[in-house]
């Protein structure tokens, strides 16, 4: 059950496939500081939607020029004046976007720079790993533009840093970055020089685990958190017992039997 994606169907995406089964997702709207209007959620749901059948093995997921996302598209927003049901739709669809995106089962790394602001740290926070350079910075701007989050920070920015501290952001205006964002759970890396380059070389990584595996550490690991301990110990059973019988799975472990396997060790 495979299909295809046509890259040529996006327009606020820019998307490439790589040697090895990376592909590059990147938003496409530097002009606009990558701002999340209604088009590029519906990009993302396609896309995201797709890439599990579409033996995609790892995602890259960019912001083209020098900020990786601005959130909600204000601009949008305010020209149209939305009712109350009309946002709550517009918020589902960004769900819809996210939850395809944390419990797809591809893995995504998202390479940031610059802002990555309100909607921009709920689209981060979706991916598997962030990667961030040093002009990375993190906020939510949410409560001085007399909004609310809506794109799942409640949850995910939670996950990540705590109930206290993501009310003091959204109540101050609190920015972080470097070090600091890194040391309280923003990203799993921070690097010198560009988040992109570091991401790729990570995605290449994970693109060389087996699908399987990484399906269930893509999806599976997401759900169980919404589960109970007792029911996610036996969804782990149940998904080992699938993942770690997989057929592809004998060759790496017969590596590991006759000793030419790589042994597992720190890096100097
Ligand atoms: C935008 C947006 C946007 C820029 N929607 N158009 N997010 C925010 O509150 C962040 C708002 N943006 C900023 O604070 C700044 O733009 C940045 C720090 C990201 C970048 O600053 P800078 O000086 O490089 O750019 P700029 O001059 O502010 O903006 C350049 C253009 O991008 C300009 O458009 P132009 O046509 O006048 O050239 C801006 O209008 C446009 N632009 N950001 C629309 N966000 C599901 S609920 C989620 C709720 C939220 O995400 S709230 C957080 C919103």
Redesign the pocket.
């Known amino acids: 059950m495979s299909i295809e994606i046509d890259i040529s169907h996006y327009k606020n995406l820019a998307i490439e496939a790589q040697e090895g089964g990376v592909w590059i997702v990147t938003l496409n709207r530097p002009?606009?500081?990558n701002?999340?209007?209604i088009e590029t959620i519906e990009e993302l749901v396609r896309f995201f939607s797709d890439a599990p059948r579409a033996g995609v093995g790892a995602v890259v997921l960019a912001g083209a020029g020098?900020?990786f996302c601005?959130?909600?598209?204000?601009?949008?927003?305010h020209d149209a004046d939305r009712s109350p049901a009309d946002f709550m739709h517009?918020?589902l669809r960004?769900h819809e976007a996210f939850n395809k995106m944390e419990y797809g089962g591809v893995p995504i790394i998202a390479a940031l720079q610059?802002?990555v602001?309100?909607?921009?740290l709920?689209l981060a926070s979706a991916a598997h790993i962030r990667v961030m350079d040093e002009t990375a910075y993190v906020a939510?701007?949410?409560g001085?533009?007399g909004?609310?989050?809506?794109?799942g920070?409640t949850i995910r920015v939670t996950d990540l840093v705590g109930k206290a501290r993501m009310i003091d952001m959204m109540l101050t205006g609190r920015v972080y970055k470097g070090q600091e964002a890194l040391d309280l759970g923003f990203a799993q890396y921070l690097v010198d020089g560009s988040s992109f380059d570091a991401a790729v070389e990570l995605a290449r990584k994970a693109a060389q685990n087996l699908p399987l595996s990484n399906f269930a550490i893509c999806s599976a690991v997401s759900h169980m958190q919404n589960m109970s301990a007792m029911d996610a110990a036996y969804a782990e059973a149940v998904v080992a017992g699938v993942v770690n019988t997989q057929a592809e799975a004998r060759t790496r472990l017969a590596a590991f039997a006759d000793k030419t396997a790589a042994r597992v060790r720190p890096t100097t």
């Open positions: 002009a606009k500081r701002a999340l209007d020098d900020h601005a959130g909600l598209d204000l601009i949008e927003h517009v918020c960004w610059g802002a602001v309100g909607g921009g709920e939510l701007p949410e001085q533009r909004l609310f989050t809506g794109g920070a």
